[in-house]
Each structure stands twice: as structure tokens, then as C-alpha cells.
């Protein structure tokens, strides 16, 4: 777990969410968590070498 920013597309607005690292089908890594404040999910686009 770890604290990543990112948009929510419902809020419209940056946020801070508590997100977990996901590894993606073309090599790439996302955070992915909810939003704190209406619980859509959000995700944040990562470096491939981190
Ligand atoms: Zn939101």
C-alpha cells in the first residue's frame, strides 16, 4: 500500500488515494485505489522501471 495522486474522473479533482501496485498486460504498472471522498476507483499510470 502507498499514498499515489491522481484525477477522479467523478470528483474532478486531483486527489490522494491509498492505492496497491498492479502490474498491466503490456508491461507497464498502475496504482490503482479509491477515491477517499465517493469511492470510484482511480488509477495512476506508473514508470515501467521504477
Ligand atoms: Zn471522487
Same mark, same amino acid.
Given at each position: 500500500?502507498?499514498?499515489?495522486? +491522481?484525477?477522479?474522473?467523478?470528483?474532478?479533482?486531483?486527489?490522494?488515494?491509498?492505492?496497491?501496485?498492479?502490474?498491466?498486460?503490456? +508491461?507497464?504498472? /498502475? /496504482?490503482? +485505489?479509491?477515491?477517499?471522498?465517493? +469511492?470510484?476507483?482511480?488509477?495512476?499510470?506508473?514508470?515501467?522501471? /521504477?
Amino acid at each position: 500500500m502507498g499514498s499515489y495522486e +491522481g484525477y477522479c474522473v467523478k470528483c474532478r479533482e486531483k486527489r490522494s488515494f491509498d492505492g496497491e501496485i498492479k502490474d498491466l498486460k503490456n +508491461g507497464s504498472k /498502475a /496504482a490503482q +485505489g479509491a477515491c477517499p471522498v465517493c +469511492g470510484t476507483k482511480m488509477t495512476r499510470m506508473l514508470p515501467k522501471s /521504477a
